[in-house]
T-cell receptor, first 114, second 117 residues
């Protein structure tokens, strides 16, 4: 079990382009969480998904950001028309149905908008 | 809404000494979990220790232990016999008790720990 896999590790986009961040949860985990970490700050919750459903998107910006977790394949965090302020590290975490533990985090994707 | 506060942006400790990182939180829930995560320069988030609110006994993991004061809503992390590899950002986090679907983590702003020779 390779843990939570995120790719790419680093992503550079020009302003106005689209960014797609991928997260494959641990085997057997059906809950996925996305967090954003701005430089020198803590992790901020963005969205919580369970297979094919968005459970809580209270931390997602209203525009340009979307997330999905299809029945097959990884979870995708999509940022359209990126701006410099989107530059951050984006972390994915996964958990099982009966998880009473802290989640397992991926290594993050560092997005740089130039 | 739940909030987590870490009032120490930076701390320093000498190798082999003991250091305590502070964390307070605010919640109206009675059942919840508290965590300390370590984030080294590699950026990987590593779970250090966790505490269930219904347990009075403080959690311990090798050199890491917590002082959980439920009434005061305080959850400090003590690192004993500090090692150079302990240098990292440390984040305190809160989560509501599992109510059937796993709920989100709320993080503090972190404490950067330096370990000196």
């Amino acid at each position: 079990n390779a843990g939570v896999m995120q790719n790419p590790r680093h992503l550079v986009r020009r302003r106005g382009q689209e960014a797609r961040l991928r997260c494959s949860p641990m085997k057997g985990h059906s809950h996925v969480y996305w967090y954003r970490q701005l430089p020198e700050e803590g992790l901020k919750f963005m969205v919580y998904l369970q297979k094919e459903n968005i459970i809580d998107e209270s931390g997602m910006p209203k525009e340009r950001f979307s997330a999905e977790f299809p029945k097959e394949g990884p979870s995708i965090l999509r940022i359209q028309q990126v701006v410099r302020g989107d530059s951050a590290a984006y972390f994915c975490a996964s958990a099982g149905d009966a998880s009473n533990y802290g989640y397992t985090f991926g290594s993050g994707t560092r997005l740089t908008v130039v | 809404a739940q909030t987590v506060t870490q009032s120490q942006p930076e701390m320093s400790v000498q190798e082999a000494e003991t250091v305590t990182l502070s964390c307070t939180y605010d919640t109206s829930e009675s059942d919840y979990y508290l965590f300390w995560y370590k984030q080294p320069p590699s950026r990987q988030m590593i779970l250090v220790i966790r505490q269930e609110a219904y347990k009075q006994q403080n959690a311990t993991e090798n050199r890491f232990s917590v002082n959980f004061q439920k009434a005061a809503k305080s959850f400090s992390l003590k690192i004993s016999d500090s090692q150079l590899g302990d240098a990292a950002m440390y984040f305190c986090a809160y989560r509501r008790s599992n109510t059937g679907t796993a709920s989100k983590l709320t993080f503090g702003t972190g404490t950067r720990l330096q370990v000196t020779l």
